[in-house]
């Protein structure tokens, strides 16, 4: 019972302020969907206790879904340590962002649709990661993407939030069809969709071949490569990632919710939970290393050079979920899940302490307009402080560190420890971008706090702290981000707990336990990632505080290079040159010349205007003369006549 409350809360709270928010107002909206959030995140703390830490794993069933000859879909709810995990974050994220949006929203008129959605969301991305079968988490998949959709175009009357919305949708879609034909190549090969049914016969069928394209390939390796393409769309890896930037138009918390914890992560979510079967699939493995790796290090690159508040933190976003992906691709599943759960924490608190600093700035969003305001709002200044110490993975080894610095330290030890050419390429590319990571962190702080003022002298006269109904949510994330690391390492990665804890919720093969071969590697490995963030923390500092000539100086000299990044390596004019262009081309030609001329031409519009012609000619007739109707009248006689006499 406590499972089913868990996850239809939020879906109960969205349809009690989305159908009667009007009645019941605004406040009445907020109670409602807040209230059930926090039921369902105690009810989350009391499973992951039960599941994760007593063992006590079960499968819920609730009904029988698809019937259709021998397919068989039931819907049921799959709750083991991963799923536990899971609904801690999606379940506690999610309440401080619905808190959190009290205050923020406040003067929105619309505030029960607001909190509508975000319940939505909720509920949503809980079935995602509840479900038992692949047709099951497809519901949840898509249903994120609905509602993030509604989410991001919130604020529907400005023509950039209608742009971003639906280039998140189609840019997902694209992944999405990967997916689902993943899904198709996985019934292909197991002859069924549901997760107890795959599993075990993954090792099975380690050798199967099936023809895709022509090609005799690898079952799994296709069917593995094909739901990566899915994980890419959802979780921004490069190639698909052009949507997560123009997402920002949405409000802040929005931001917080889709790019922190919930929508972004639920492509590592379903790698790690397809374990068994990636386990089996090594070119796969080795495709995700690669790309996750370069996703950290491209999206890196572009945050140093982005001045839009929130767009740095996407950014910032898109390169920890590389450090996710690649490693899952060295098989350090768990590591990678610890990294989704440490960094939920900091990531949410450093979006929800931007929106706190647009709040205070009137809606001011670029950094190059703020400074000096680090004693005005100095609770938003600090947690923003602990957000920043723990993605660049700030500690004192074997002291204490901030929660990014343990979890992201085992991904790149794991990807060293792997032992392969793409696991060590992984880890350079993770230090160069754990670099980068410290550097625009920084930057970002010194931008926006320190300095000069830079802003005009009518909004830095009303730059205020935010409210208590803001600055609560941002304290429980802040804590998460000093403790989520210490808290949970032993557990998630750790030599003695790591097994009893997961319990058989991911699956390695022995050959392939990085994180074993992690803990037992060189020591430079794991120090080297916080030395390069202390040196990127230093240089920022130099460039931003002591020698702020620096960075115009630098861009200058690598003026080509900067244009490049600053652009975002132009992959959205490429993909509107490639894919936009033609698509509108093509539209229209079919809208003008074969809907338009052919269809309609020929079809509809010619019938009628046959219509009207004959019509028009027979009213002609209709002149009003009667010796025009008595010349008539003389014709038709003279045809009737006609006929008879000719008639055979």
Same mark, same amino acid.
């Given at each position: 019972?406590?499972?089913?409350?868990?996850?239809?809360?939020?879906l109960?709270?969205?349809?009690?302020?989305?159908?009667?928010g009007?009645?019941?107002?605004? &406040?009445g909206?907020?109670?409602?969907t807040?209230?059930?959030?926090?039921?369902?995140?105690?009810?989350?703390?009391?499973?992951?206790?039960?599941?994760?830490v007593?063992?006590?794993?079960?499968?819920?069933?609730?009904?029988? !879904?698809?019937?259709?000859?021998?397919?068989?879909?039931? !819907?049921?709810?799959?709750?083991d340590?991963?799923?536990?995990?899971?609904?801690?974050?999606?379940?506690?994220v999610?309440?401080?962002?619905?808190?959190?949006?009290?205050?923020?929203?406040?003067?929105?008129?619309?505030?029960?649709?607001?909190m509508?959605?975000?319940?939505?969301? =909720?509920?949503?991305?809980?079935?995602?990661?509840?479900?038992?079968?692949?047709?099951?988490?497809?519901?949840?998949?898509?249903?994120?993407?609905?509602?993030?959709?509604?989410?991001?175009?919130?604020?529907?009357?400005?023509?950039?939030?209608?742009?971003?919305?639906?280039k998140?949708?189609l840019?997902?879609?694209?992944?999405?069809?990967?997916?689902?034909?993943?899904?198709?190549?996985?019934?292909i090969?197991?002859?069924?969709?549901?997760?107890?049914?795959?599993?075990?016969?993954?090792?099975?069928?380690a050798?199967a071949?099936?023809?895709?394209?022509?090609?005799?390939?690898?079952?799994?390796?296709?069917?593995?490569?094909?739901?990566?393409?899915g994980?890419?769309?959802?979780?921004?890896?490069?190639?698909?990632?052009?949507?997560? $930037?123009?997402?920002?138009?949405?409000?802040?918390?929005?931001?917080?919710? %889709?790019?922190?914890?919930?929508?972004?992560t639920?492509g590592?979510?379903?790698?790690?939970?397809?374990?068994?079967v990636f386990?089996?699939?090594?070119?796969?493995?080795?495709?995700?290393?690669?790309?996750?790796?370069?996703?950290?290090?491209?999206?890196?690159?572009?945050?140093? =050079?982005?001045?839009?508040?929130?767009?740095?933190?996407?950014?910032? =976003?898109?390169?920890?979920?590389?450090?996710?992906?690649?490693a899952?691709?060295?098989?350090?599943?768990?590591?990678?899940?610890?990294?989704?759960?440490?960094?939920?924490?900091?990531?949410?608190?450093?979006?929800?302490?931007?929106?706190?600093?647009?709040?205070a700035?009137s809606?001011?969003?670029?950094?190059?307009?703020?400074?000096?305001?680090?004693?005005?709002?100095?609770?938003?200044y600090?947690?923003?402080?602990?957000?920043n110490?723990?993605?660049?993975g700030?500690?004192?080894p074997?002291?204490?560190?901030?929660?990014?610095?343990?979890s992201k330290?085992?991904?790149?030890?794991?990807?060293?420890?792997?032992?392969?050419?793409v696991?060590?390429?992984?880890? !350079?590319?993770?230090?160069?971008a754990?670099?980068? =990571?410290?550097?625009?962190?920084?930057?970002l702080?010194?931008?926006t706090?320190?300095?000069?003022?830079?802003?005009?002298?009518?909004?830095?006269?009303?730059?205020?702290?935010? $409210?208590?109904?803001?600055?609560?949510?941002l304290?429980?994330?802040a804590?998460?981000?000093?403790v989520?690391?210490?808290?949970?390492?032993?557990w998630?990665?750790?030599?003695?707990?790591?097994?009893?804890? !997961?319990?058989?919720?991911?699956?390695?093969?022995?050959?392939?336990d990085? %994180?074993?071969?992690?803990?037992?590697?060189?020591e430079?490995?794991?120090?080297?990632?916080?030395?390069?963030?202390?040196?990127?923390?230093? &240089?920022?500092?130099?460039?931003?505080?002591?020698?702020p000539?620096?960075?115009?100086?630098?861009t200058?000299?690598?003026?080509?290079?900067?244009?490049?990044?600053?652009?975002?390596?132009?992959?959205d004019?490429?993909?509107?040159?490639?894919?936009?262009?033609?698509?509108?081309?093509?539209?229209f030609?079919?809208w003008?010349a074969?809907d338009g001329?052919?269809?309609?031409?020929?079809?509809?519009?010619?019938?009628?205007?046959?219509?009207?012609?004959?019509?028009?000619?027979?009213?002609?007739l209709?002149?009003?003369?009667?010796?025009?109707?008595?010349?008539?009248?003389?014709?038709?006689?003279v045809?009737?006549?006609?006929?008879?006499?000719?008639k055979?």
């Open positions: 019972m406590a499972v089913i409350a868990a996850i239809f809360l939020p109960l709270a969205a349809f009690i302020a989305g159908f009667f009007r009645r019941i107002g605004d &406040l909206s907020q109670l409602v807040c209230g059930a959030m926090v039921a369902a995140l105690v009810l989350s703390i009391i499973l992951f206790i039960d599941v994760a007593n063992g006590h794993a079960t499968v819920v069933p609730l009904a029988n !879904w698809v019937a259709s000859g021998d397919f068989h879909v039931d !819907w049921a709810l799959r709750v340590t991963l799923t536990a995990v899971m609904l801690i974050v999606v379940n506690g999610s309440t401080m962002v619905h808190i959190y949006s009290v205050g923020y929203m406040s003067h929105d008129p619309d505030k029960p649709r607001f509508s959605y975000l319940s939505l969301f =909720t509920f949503m991305m809980l079935m995602l990661v509840t479900s038992d079968n692949l047709v099951q988490m497809f519901f949840g998949w898509e249903g994120v993407g609905v509602a993030s959709y509604l989410l991001i175009n919130f604020w529907f009357e400005k023509k950039s939030a209608n742009d971003a919305s639906m998140a949708f840019v997902n879609r694209v992944g999405d069809f990967g997916f689902a034909l993943g899904i198709f190549s996985i019934f090969i197991f002859g069924s969709v549901e997760f107890g049914t795959i599993f075990p016969a993954a090792a099975g069928k050798h071949t099936f023809n895709f394209l022509g090609w005799h390939v690898s079952a799994l390796d296709c069917a593995c490569l094909l739901l990566f393409v994980a890419m769309g959802k979780s921004a890896q490069l190639g698909l990632h052009t949507w997560l $930037p123009d997402a920002m138009e949405g409000p802040t918390p929005v931001s917080a919710l %889709i790019h922190a914890a919930t929508m972004v639920a590592v979510f379903m790698l790690a939970r397809m374990s068994p386990e089996y699939a090594p070119t796969a493995l080795a495709v995700v290393t690669v790309l996750g790796a370069l996703t950290a290090f491209v999206a890196a690159t572009i945050g140093m =050079t982005q001045f839009d508040i929130k767009r740095v933190i996407a950014y910032s =976003t898109m390169s920890q979920l590389g450090y996710m992906f690649f899952i691709g060295v098989s350090a599943y768990q590591a990678a899940v610890f990294h989704l759960m440490t960094h939920a924490f900091f990531k949410a608190l450093l979006f929800l302490g931007a929106g706190s600093v647009i709040h700035m809606g001011e969003q670029d950094m190059r307009k703020m400074g000096g305001i680090a004693r005005l709002i100095p609770f938003t600090v947690v923003m402080w602990i957000g110490l723990a993605l660049a700030v500690g004192i074997g002291v204490y560190g901030f929660a990014g610095f343990y330290d085992i991904v790149l030890e794991a990807a060293y420890g792997s032992g392969t050419a696991g060590h390429f992984a880890y !350079w590319l993770g230090i160069a754990a670099f980068m =990571t410290a550097f625009y962190s920084w930057r702080l010194i931008m706090f320190h300095g000069k003022p830079r802003a005009s002298k009518e909004v830095m006269d009303h730059v205020h702290e935010s $409210p208590l109904v803001m600055t609560g949510p304290t429980v994330l804590i998460g981000a000093l989520a690391g210490i808290g949970g390492y032993e998630f990665v750790g030599h003695a707990a790591r097994a009893e804890f !997961w319990r058989g919720a991911i699956q390695v093969l022995h050959a392939h990085s %994180i074993h071969a992690a803990h037992e590697g060189p430079w490995v794991g120090l080297l990632p916080l030395l390069v963030g202390l040196a990127g923390i230093a &240089l920022a500092y130099v460039c931003y505080m002591f020698v000539g620096i960075p115009a100086t630098f200058k000299i690598v003026k080509p290079l900067h244009v490049l990044v600053f652009n975002k390596y132009f992959f004019q490429i993909y509107d040159v490639l894919f936009v262009k033609p698509a509108q081309v093509l539209g030609g079919l003008k074969g001329a052919i269809i309609d031409g020929l079809g509809p519009d010619g019938v009628a205007k046959t219509t009207r012609g004959v019509a028009a000619g027979v009213s002609r209709q002149s009003g003369y009667v010796y025009h109707y008595a010349f008539a009248m003389v014709i038709g006689v045809a009737l006549v006609g006929w008879f006499y000719f055979p």
